[in-house]
């Protein structure tokens, strides 16, 4: 059986190799049919302690690791820092380009 994997939003990482995710989903109401968002937190298993608050991350389900931990990091998707840095890039590179439209 494949092993099931989500993507999430790193809330906590004051454990040492533990952080918790924050993943949504989205539900239909089964009378109303209206979709609401539900989120569940999992703790997961961080071995190198990489993630950091707001970092969009990949995790996967493995073995009990203790008590609470079922769930191993992946990847790192995004970081709030790289976010950044590309949103501070494109402005940077659609000034230029507007300047230089301007300049024609």
């Known amino acids: 059986m494949p092993k099931i994997t ?3 939003v790193v809330k906590s990482n004051k454990m040492d190799k533990t952080a918790v ?3 949504e989903r989205l539900v ?3 009378l109303y049919t209206r979709s ?5 937190n999992f703790t997961i298993h961080d071995e ?6 707001g970092d969009r991350v990949k995790i996967v389900e493995c073995r009990p690791i203790s ?3 079922r769930w191993r990091l992946v990847e790192i998707l995004v970081s709030p820092a790289e976010r950044d840095a590309q949103r501070a890039a494109s402005a940077r590179s659609g000034g230029q ?3 230089a439209d301007d300049a024609k």
């Open 6 to 8: 989500k993507v999430g």
């Open 21 to 23: 995710v924050s993943v």
């Open 28 to 30: 239909r109401h089964p």
């Open 36 to 40: 609401f968002k539900k989120t569940s």
């Open 48 to 53: 190198a302690n990489k993630c950091q608050i």
């Open 67 to 69: 008590k609470r931990k």
């Open 97 to 99: 380009a507007q300047a």
